[in-house]
């Protein structure tokens, strides 16, 4: 358990509610799962430009963190407020993967889209159920390294 508690993020001043982000990854959860049970390559394709708004714009929502918005809100949970910086660099490696899912799907690739997407789920599922950040461990263990390294 040492190695989780020495996790390198990203860091940033701006902050964004907890229960947003998990109820957001939820959705992930959900809308991967539509994907692979209809095989719509509209789906992945929808959710990279979701991940897009969130990694790489100052907007405050993207269509998924609204909805997930209007979850939180109609629960009523408190804020628990944490650092964006981590999200956006998960929002980036979900930007990825569904964009590879989306073209491997276009493709006519069968195997490769389940692969990505489940990887998707997977990393999604540990934020939504188990508030464990799989975007930090990938920063700490693979990207972190590789830029001590080249310096």
């Known amino acids: 358990m040492i190695q989780f508690r020495q996790m390198i993020c990203p860091v940033s001043p701006d902050r964004v509610d907890e229960n947003r982000v998990r109820a957001t ?15 719509y390559e509209i789906i992945p394709a929808f959710l990279a430009v979701d991940f897009y708004i969130r990694a790489f714009t ?18 009523g949970t408190k804020p628990v407020m944490i650092p964006k910086a981590p999200k956006v660099f998960a929002a980036r490696i979900g ?7 989306t073209v491997a799907a276009m493709l ?7 692969i990505l997407g489940t990887t998707l789920v997977g990393f999604a599922f540990l ?25």
């Open 58 to 75: 100052r907007l405050k929502y993207s269509p998924l963190s609204w909805l997930a918005n209007m979850l939180v809100v109609s629960i």
């Open 25 to 39: 990854a939820l959705g992930v959860v959900i809308t991967m799962g539509a994907f692979f049970m209809t095989g």
């Open 108 to 114: 006519g690739m069968s195997l490769l889209p389940i």
């Open 127 to 151: 934020e939504c159920g188990l508030n464990f950040c799989a975007g930090c461990w990938v920063y700490t263990y693979v990207v972190y390294p590789l830029v001590r390294k080249s310096q």
């Open 95 to 101: 930007l990825l993967l569904t964009f590879l899912t």
